[in-house]
């Protein structure tokens, strides 16, 4: 009779290391590190990828924006609305 758990195959241990866990992706990168663009509040193209259908300004987690520019990012949001270049509210 078998005795214990059966030994795994060292092909499955290292296919399974290879694999990822279901819903974790890659690292996002900086768009703004990567490509040396500057953020420039006049840009409203540019800026209305960050910012939700709801008008909310969306999180660097979630655009893969680093803290440095996702500071600058929401300062120049928050001016391209005062200006009346990006809307408060998208209803």
Not at 8 to 15: G, L, M, P, Q
Not at 64 to 74: A, D, E, M, N, Y
Request: glycine share 6%; proline share 3%; with cysteine.
């Amino acid at each position: 009779m078998f005795k214990g758990k059966p030994k795994k195959n060292n092909k499955d241990a290292s296919r399974m290391k290879r694999m990822r866990r279901p819903g974790m992706s890659r690292r996002k990168v900086c768009k703004f590190c990567a490509d040396y663009l500057e953020i420039d509040f006049k840009d409203a193209n540019l800026l209305r990828n960050f910012v939700s259908d709801r008008g909310k300004i969306l999180a660097g987690r979630i655009t893969g924006v680093c803290s440095k520019h996702q500071r600058v990012l929401t300062s120049a949001i928050k001016r391209a609305r005062m200006i009346a270049l990006l809307p408060y509210l998208n209803y």
